[in-house]
């Protein structure tokens, strides 16, 4: 099983916080292929919560992450 999580980072000058790590809330998903579906989704509503400049990193892992923020 998978579980979803980007980490969006800010890339201007001293925001707070300069990174944040959401969570699927949906998952876990049976295969890393669901995973990254999923995480193209999430990542398609990034602009909406983020003004840009940003950077965005993904994880399809194995075992449940904690603290973050589910989407």
């Known amino acids: ?3 979803a999580m980007l980490l969006v980072c800010s890339l201007q000058q001293g925001a707070v916080p300069p990174c944040l790590r959401l969570e699927d809330d949906r998952g876990p998903y049976e295969t890393r292929e669901l995973c990254k579906a999923r ?3 999430m990542a398609g509503t990034l ?3 983020f003004n840009p400049p940003y950077t965005v990193k993904f994880k399809c892992a ?3 992450i904690t603290k973050g ?3």
């Open 39 to 41: 995480v193209d989704e």
């Open 47 to 49: 602009p909406q919560m």
């Open 62 to 64: 194995e075992e449940k």
């Open 1 to 3: 099983m998978f579980y």
């Open 69 to 71: 923020v589910s989407t």
